[in-house]
């Protein structure tokens, strides 16, 4: 089992550390991005299996994390972080490429999960509860 390389695309570095704390057991490296450069440089350097990315992640050129990926190698598994979950930003980033959801506020319990589908070649998406 494991996701050969991951790399974390966010822009808080205490969130990074305790995701890619998280991810040691499942991934052969796990390396970390605080912005469009580095995420960039390690795409076209390492070319990770998958990205973890934060929907925030701030990105040049009025598109966002997932179009730039999916951009640059359309063959990389796409995990978006986020802190809310509207259904019609989630449906977009689904579209554009992601593979996974998870809400930023669960990941210490569907992260792994997560990881595991899509590493498998399956969509991830959270379970939602009918009450809002």
């Known amino acids: 089992m494991g996701c050969g390389s991951i790399v974390l695309a966010d822009r808080h570095p205490s969130m990074l ?3 890619r704390s998280l991810l040691t057991i499942e991934a052969d490296a796990v390396l ?3 912005d469009e450069i580095s995420l960039l440089a390690a795409i076209q350097k390492v070319v990770p299996d998958l990205i973890i990315a934060d929907l925030s992640f701030p990105i040049s050129g009025g598109t966002n994390v ?8 359309p ?11 509207d259904p ?18 669960r990941a210490v319990l569907d992260l792994i999960p997560a990881v595991r589908e899509v590493c ?6 959270p379970k939602r509860g009918t009450e809002r």
């Open 88 to 105: 019609p930003v989630v449906d977009e980033i689904m579209k554009d490429g992601a593979d996974g959801f998870v809400l930023r506020q």
């Open 75 to 85: 063959a990389i598994k796409i995990i978006v972080l986020s802190t809310y979950d």
């Open 66 to 73: 997932v179009r730039l990926i999916k951009q640059c190698n």
């Open 17 to 19: 550390a305790g995701i």
């Open 32 to 34: 970390m991005a605080v």
């Open 120 to 125: 498998q070649g399956a969509h991830y998406m």
